[in-house]
């Protein structure tokens, strides 16, 4: 990330860029219509040719109002692209003084080598109100198909503006050609943030004068030229993390006659505000209304782990999570305690002060999930949500009572992003890391007999733990179990499940685990006298989920784990073994995981020992091709075959 601090803002007509030069767009021609597929990237579905994006400020009476507009001209190569030809713009409209509106649009066609325009008929603009006081517009623009280009253009005024909105330069098509242009009265200072400056080309800042507003602005414009699609593969946390962007956050005001104000603030200041709003810090002071409850639980002589866990447990089972993120109350603490539900801060700063009910160092931590990305600059909208951490015995444990299954330092995957803000009551704050270090453990176990018809029958227990057990746990307790076997006879296409039982569903203390038996006619091929199978059967991987060449943005594993397999299999009688894998032990550099392959004969048994490791959450894109390589590795071993032939 790229940081500055410039002076910014003010104009009102067009008129007034009289010093400033910006490039004109090129006419659309036949042979950009003719164009068949994007020159750099054959399979885009389609590409921005052009996007350019303006904004400025303007004064009408003693109020400033920004406005942005951005031009648009995109082209579409196939079906899959038409979406794009649905364009819409989201924003506040609270007080009526803020608009959006679209203005011209048209679809360019080459029909029989002449160049058709067809502009956007009245019934094709719609509006609708989102949520309380924010707007949606959406266009249709008309004749589109493939080869078509369109283009749109559409305003935004607000007097709003402690955030310019956020300029993408990259998406999930190519573009061609970006531009931004910003103009900014010297009484406004913004610091600029710019994501993946390596696509951003910033050019050097410019004094201006404004004769329609009579005050100096800073003029920079933004260009971004040939930028590849940002493809979201496998395992990211948040691609908008990684998506080249320029961001502009208010730092201070300086009018003609009056005093400074500044609103840029560090992650302290931030923290020390939130926690100074009556939704947070205060409802952290209620303990009236739990105290019936919660004292005659807390027993003599209990230790302050149980204590902490006896008070985690109780919220987990009395509340119930209902849906709605942030780190301010809605209805507050005791309403959502009387009703039994409640949103992220009632359930979790309730459970913060239970634990200081109970004499334990508890304190709030705010945490922005993984939805909402990872914050730029320091701002209160960095933050929407909130968890508790308890210091017992000089160890911090975070907890999070917002999801049943839940357990000391096992958070749900959605507040897993990096580090929080824990905020004390003395308005000190400290840096909490949110990344888990216990490895999630799985350990599968399979006895099982191959028929000499290529079916295989036996017995399989599998054990979860750590966070696969929670994830297993979150996504299946509950689900009939018909209809969870029957997805897992979807997945594993050929196999027949009986006798499923499952042991500590719902007791997060222990490992979860399955057993069932199984019969499977479709993890061997018999070819005359001869069966081929792989020894993993049917938890064999199929496919590398790295499939680009090179990532420019970090692998996101969320946790550290490992998965284990004891395979033990039967060969038929009147069989003998041909040939089997080889053993092998592969280990990345930097210990970030490593694969072992281990096969032997007993007897008629085959005996397979498999563990995969991946022993670091967050990978750097350094090492992608190492990673890469070694996933395709283990692929091949865990798909070389057994074979087996008749005597």
């Given amino acids: 990330m790229k940081k500055t601090v410039i002076a910014l803002l003010l104009i009102i007509s067009m008129q007034g860029y009289a010093q400033v030069v910006i490039p004109e767009i090129p006419k659309i021609t036949k042979e950009d219509l003719a164009e068949k597929v994007h020159p750099q990237d054959s399979a885009a579905s389609a590409a921005y040719l052009y996007r350019a994006g303006k904004t400025w400020f303007e004064l ?378 216990t490895v999630a453990k799985e350990a599968v176990t399979l006895m099982c007999t191959i028929n000499p018809d290529g079916t295989v029958a036996g017995k399989i227990r599998d054990q979860y733990m750590d966070h696969n057990a929670y994830l297993f746990r979150d996504k299946y307790t509950g689900m009939q179990q018909d209809n969870y076997l029957e997805n897992m006879e979807d997945k594993y296409k050929g196999i027949t499940i009986n006798d499923y039982k499952i042991t500590n569903e719902k007791d997060v203390t222990k490992p979860l685990i399955e057993e069932y038996s199984f019969t499977h006619n479709n993890v061997a091929d018999v070819i005359g006298n001869k069966i081929y199978l792989s020894p993993m059967l049917f938890f064999k991987r199929h496919e590398n989920p790295f499939k680009q060449e090179t990532r420019e943005y970090p692998v996101d594993f969320a946790f550290p784990y490992q998965d284990k397999y004891a395979i033990n299999l039967k060969v038929p009688d009147g069989y003998t073994i041909e040939s089997l894998p080889k053993p092998i032990s592969i280990t990345m550099e930097e210990n970030i995981g490593n694969f072992k392959y281990n096969i032997l004969v007993t007897g008629n048994n085959i005996q397979l020992s498999v563990t995969f490791e991946i022993n670091l959450p967050n990978v750097s894109a350094d090492y992608y091709k190492t990673l890469k390589d070694f996933y395709q590795k283990m692929l091949e071993k865990q798909n070389e075959q057994i074979v087996l032939v008749k005597a």
């Fill in 60 to 437: 009408s009476g003693n109020t400033w109002f920004m406005k942005t507009e951005i031009f648009t001209r995109l082209k579409i190569y196939k079906k899959e692209g038409y979406s794009y030809a649905n364009p819409q713009i989201t924003f506040y409209s609270g007080d009526r003084l803020a608009t959006g509106y679209f203005g011209e649009a048209n679809t360019y066609n080459l029909t029989g080598g002449i160049l058709e325009k067809a502009a956007l008929k009245k019934d094709s603009e719609f509006a609708k109100e989102v949520r309380k006081d924010v707007t949606e517009k959406k266009i249709t623009l008309p004749n589109v198909r493939e080869g078509s280009i369109i283009e749109y253009k559409y305003t935004i005024t607000t007097p709003y503006f402690s955030d310019l909105r956020d300029f993408y330069f990259q998406f999930n098509i190519p573009a061609n050609n970006v531009r931004y242009d910003v103009w900014v009265p010297t009484y406004f200072y913004y610091n600029i943030f710019i994501k993946n400056p390596k696509v951003v080309v910033e050019s050097e800042s410019k004094k201006v004068y404004n004769n329609r507003t009579d005050s100096n602005e800073t003029y920079r414009y933004y260009t971004s030229k040939n930028v590849k699609a940002i493809k979201d593969e496998a395992y990211v946390d948040n691609i908008e993390n990684y998506t080249a962007t320029v961001q502009h956050e208010l730092a201070a005001v300086s009018l003609p006659n009056q005093e400074v104000k500044y609103y840029s603030n560090d992650w302290k200041t931030v923290a020390k505000k939130i926690y100074e709003n009556n939704s947070f810090g205060w409802e952290l002071r209620y303990d009236s209304y739990f105290e019936d409850d919660i004292d005659p639980l807390l027993t003599k002589g209990m230790s302050n782990t149980d204590k902490a866990t006896l008070i985690f447990n109780y919220v987990k089972a009395r509340m119930n999570w209902n849906g709605e993120f942030g780190y301010l109350c809605d209805t507050g603490v005791k309403k959502a305690y009387a009703a039994k539900a409640g949103n992220v801060a009632e359930i979790n700063l309730m459970l913060t002060a239970m634990l200081r009910h109970a004499k334990l160092d508890a304190n709030p931590v705010l945490v922005s999930t993984r939805a909402n990305g990872v914050a730029m600059y320091p701002t209160r909208s960095a933050y929407n949500y909130v968890i508790a951490a308890v210091k017992i015995d000089d160890k911090m444990v975070l907890l999070d009572a917002t999801a049943k299954y839940t357990q000391p330092n096992i958070l749900p995957i959605r507040a897993i992003n990096w580090v929080g803000r824990l905020i004390k009551r003395n308005g000190e704050t400290e840096e909490i890391n949110l990344v888990p270090k």
